[in-house]
């Protein structure tokens, strides 16, 4: 996937202000802008489609759902290749932030949440800094081809 295969960013496109304040970017894929939840519990994605006013997959036209699909393929299996994860988990809910995101988390057997969903299971706990950069490093390898532009 190249840039050329999408519609240019659109220019009013802004990261939610709650998205930017609990996420670290990761880097650009041709549609979305990927993050790394400051969550060190879990090695967790969130990909942000820059489309100004989705709130929803459907809002997306059917070239941006596509690309969105392969993009959150893409972020999954470097999530996974990179973790070694026992599963991924895989939601766009949208209750507390409006804006869509899809997020990507990484689960396994002794995580603290296992088997619940992460939302409010153990308080947030910050990523050592050598270690957030460790995994931003890997999966940028991983996801090398997909890039759009690093950040």
Known sequence: MTARELPAPQPDWVLDP??????????????SRLLLSRDGNYPWL??????????????????????LM??????SEALKAVTGCHKLNVAA????????????????????????????????RAWAPAAREQLITALAARLAPAWRAMT
């Open 18 to 31: 709650g998205l930017a304040a609990d996420t670290t970017t990761v880097g650009e894929l041709s549609l």
């Open 70 to 75: 392969t993009e959150i393929a893409l972020a």
């Open 46 to 67: 969130i990909l942000v489609p820059r489309r100004h006013g989705a709130r929803e997959i459907v809002d997306l036209d059917a070239r941006d759902r596509d690309a």
């Open 93 to 124: 809910i949208g209750n507390v932030i409006a804006q869509l995101h899809v997020h990507v988390v990484a689960r396994r057997h002794d995580d603290p949440a296992w088997p619940k969903p992460v939302w409010g299971a153990a308080p947030a």
